[in-house]
Structures are given as C-alpha cells and as structure tokens.
C-alpha cells in the first residue's frame, strides 16, 4: 500500500531534551516536506526537501533541522525544544514539483507536547 | 504572499443535501489545487487535485472547480452522507508549496 509513515503518532518531551520525528515513503517520490498544524494558524510549511541531499527552509524552520540522506526518508529534529513547539505534525510526499506540481500524500501526524 | 480563505468555516446539514464550500486565494500564479479532508486528529486525506490549465476534476459524489483568474475554487459534495462529516481544506500549490486554508468544518445529520 502507497503511504507515507510518521514515527511516533504521539510524544510528550521536557524542554530541551532532542528529539526525532521519522517519516518514511514507500511511492519513490522525489519531493517531501514537514507542516505543522496549529489551532488559528492553520497547516504551515516547516522544511521541504526536492530530492537526496536537498532540503530548504519553509515559512517557519526556526528550531527545526531535517536530513535526506535517502530517498525514502525524512526525519524532523528537533535539538532543543520549546514548548512553542507543542504543535500536530505532518510529514508530506509527492512525486515531484517539475514541471507539473503533483499530488501530495500526507502521513497521519505526530502530536508533540513539550513541557 | 499567498492567502487562502475559506468559506464558510463550519457548515451543518441534514444528510441528503447537495453543499458548496468555496475557497478563495490571493495569488493566481498557482500550479495546481488540491482538496484535503482531515477527520479530527488524523491525517489530511486527498480528495482531488486540479491542474491550473484544468477548470474542474470530478471523483464520485465530489467535484471541484478553479477559476485560477479569479481565484477561487469550490467543492461540490452531491446527496451529503454522515460518514462526509470532516474538515475539508483547500490548499493552492507552488513549486511543491501548499498554502492551506482554515478549513471548512462539515457535519451531516442523520
């Protein structure tokens, strides 16, 4: 089954204490990004990533480092969270942006809670 | 700076009835539009996406339309059933960037 997979569903973290966010694709998409979700604020673009190896901020990246070491995966990570970040996460797929924009797939979110 | 308004936010019918939601952003130099729907707490399920060279996309009881020079997009949801109770996000695209709405919260009456 084609689908994006988040890791873990659900997390509860002190303040500055690292943490990792995994998501996984199994549709071979070239393009993947973070969002997070926040009452009043709506879904907001963290960080994206157009293939292996290349990742670029989005509208808020502050407090947040992603990698792309594969094509198949793209962690979130957080260094030193704040409870700021308390937020439900999104990690999104689709198979590329050039030259006709694709279909987006969404993983099922991650509800963090920093206290 | 793109914006994205949706209209209205929460909208209760008694199933059977065929609804409108109505999407409307700011910025036309858009590559395509998708229409989500997010069930409380879980993921953001596609529904349909529309290409910009395209005016609509139909998929069973849904269809959407764009109108890019106007900027507006609506959602057509024929003979509403209880089980289309959700939250339904518009979200225009660019270079891979969605910009969503708020969305509009649906309820559907037995």
């Known amino acids: 089954e084609a689908q994006v997979t988040q890791n873990p569903r659900y997390l509860i973290t002190v303040t500055g204490k690292k943490l990792t966010v995994t998501c996984s694709q199994n549709?071979?998409?070239?393009?993947m990004s973070w969002y997070r979700q926040d009452p009043g604020l709506g879904l907001r673009q963290i960080y994206y990533?157009?293939?292996?190896?290349?990742?670029d901020k989005g509208d808020v990246p502050e407090g947040y480092k992603v990698s792309r070491k594969e094509k198949r995966n793209f962690p979130l990570i957080l260094e030193s969270p704040s409870p700021n970040q308390t937020s439900l996460y999104f990690c999104a797929s689709s198979l590329s942006r050039f030259p006709v924009n694709t279909e987006a797939f969404f993983g099922q979110g991650t509800r963090l809670t920093v206290v | 700076k793109q914006e994205v308004t949706q209209i209205p936010a929460a909208l209760s019918v008694p199933e059977g009835e065929n609804l409108v939601l109505n999407c409307s952003f700011t910025?036309?130099?858009?590559?395509?539009l998708q229409w989500f729907r997010q069930d409380p707490g879980k993921g953001l399920t596609s529904l349909l996406l529309i290409q910009s060279s395209q005016r609509e996309q139909t998929s069973g009881r849904l269809n959407a339309s764009l109108d890019k020079s106007s900027g507006r997009s609506t959602l057509y949801i024929a003979a509403s059933q209880p089980g289309d109770s959700a939250t339904y996000l518009c979200a225009p695209c660019r270079m891979g960037k969605l910009i969503f709405g708020q969305g509009t919260e649906l309820s559907v009456k037995p």
């Open positions: 990533s157009m293939n292996v190896e290349v990742t």
């Open positions: 549709m071979n998409h070239e393009y």
């Open positions: 910025d036309s130099a858009i590559y395509n």
